[in-house]
């Protein structure tokens, strides 16, 4: 029985160069769009990289206490979301690391390459089909 053609190839005929530099487009443009997202509510933690501060929103000194409510009711709304746009930008930046070490579309769990077309649907994979589930 032959075996699949990619697992005859070395790693690096594997995940072509082409492919990489289309993924890792893909990546930094996903960057970009968390990053301003994010500068839109969160101020960036300047002492821990990649980390945001949501704002407190502030509608003025002299409000009644429905206006309070509503300040702290819109800062509390923003923090999950926050929280799910952050770990976004660590995943990708992730990502981008890997690329940058040549360690990219590898599982972080078998090691074996994973399937090109899994990182193209979604570049920030850590991990090959069969790890994931
Ligand atoms: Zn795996």
Redesign the pocket.
């Known amino acids: 029985m032959l075996l699949p053609y990619r697992f005859c190839l070395p790693y690096n005929d594997y995940m072509n160069k082409d492919l990489i530099k289309k993924i890792e487009k893909k990546l930094k443009e996903k960057k970009a769009r968390l990053e301003t997202e994010l500068a839109s509510f969160a101020q960036k933690d300047t002492k821990v990289k990649g980390d945001y501060d949501t704002l407190f929103p502030n509608f003025g000194t002299n409000q009644s206490s429905d206006e309070e409510a509503t300040e702290v009711a819109t800062y509390g709304n923003s923090l999950p979301v926050e929280y799910a746009l952050e770990i976004s930008l660590a995943e990708v930046n992730r990502a981008l690391e890997k690329i940058a070490k040549e360690e990219y579309g590898k599982?972080?769990?078998?090691?074996?390459a994973?399937d090109p077309k899994r990182l193209e649907a979604m570049p920030e994979a850590k991990?090959?089909v069969?790890?994931?589930n």
């Open positions: 599982c972080e769990k078998c090691g074996q994973i991990n090959c069969k790890c994931h």
